[in-house]
Nanobody, 125 residues
Framework: QVQLVESGGGLVQAGSSLRLSCAAS?????MGWFRQAPGKEREFVAA????????SYQDSVKGRFTISRDNAKNTVSLQMNSLKPEDTAIYYC?????????????????????WGQGTQVTVSS
């Protein structure tokens, strides 16, 4: 049974950092982080391909967020620095069978088959 369990969310002030983790019951394919703010659609944040470590990021988080994976622990992390109030959302970990290519990683929700329960990130101004 595929399981994705997120942790690490919380309430922080603007400019602070948080590290989200996603524990997976498997390794392989592409792992992604998405977020959903109240009243908005779920949006892509970052993704990483298990085997090569190739990554993709949403433009608004480039230079602030870093996605990484620990193959030994089947864990994918999202280091979030210089957080802004507009980063406030529920963050979801997801798994996709689609590989990352030179053009990038899968960024659409329908490309991901498995989802975690989400973890709340709130950034106060």
């Amino acid at each position: 049974q595929v399981q994705l369990v997120e942790s690490g969310g919380g309430l922080v002030q603007a400019g602070s950092s948080l590290r989200l983790s996603c524990a997976a019951s498997f390794s392989g394919g592409t792992m992604g982080w998405f977020r959903q703010a109240p009243g908005k659609e779920r949006e892509f944040v970052a993704a990483i391909w298990w085997s090569s470590g190739r990554t993709s990021y949403q433009d608004s988080v480039k230079g602030r967020f870093t996605i990484s994976r620990d193959n030994a622990k089947n864990t994918v992390s999202l280091q979030m620095n210089s957080l802004k109030p507009e980063d406030t959302a529920i963050y979801y970990c997801a798994a996709s069978p689609v590989a990352c290519s030179a053009r990038g990683c899968p960024i659409r929700t329908y490309e991901y088959d498995y989802w975690g329960q989400g973890t709340q990130v709130t950034v106060s101004s």
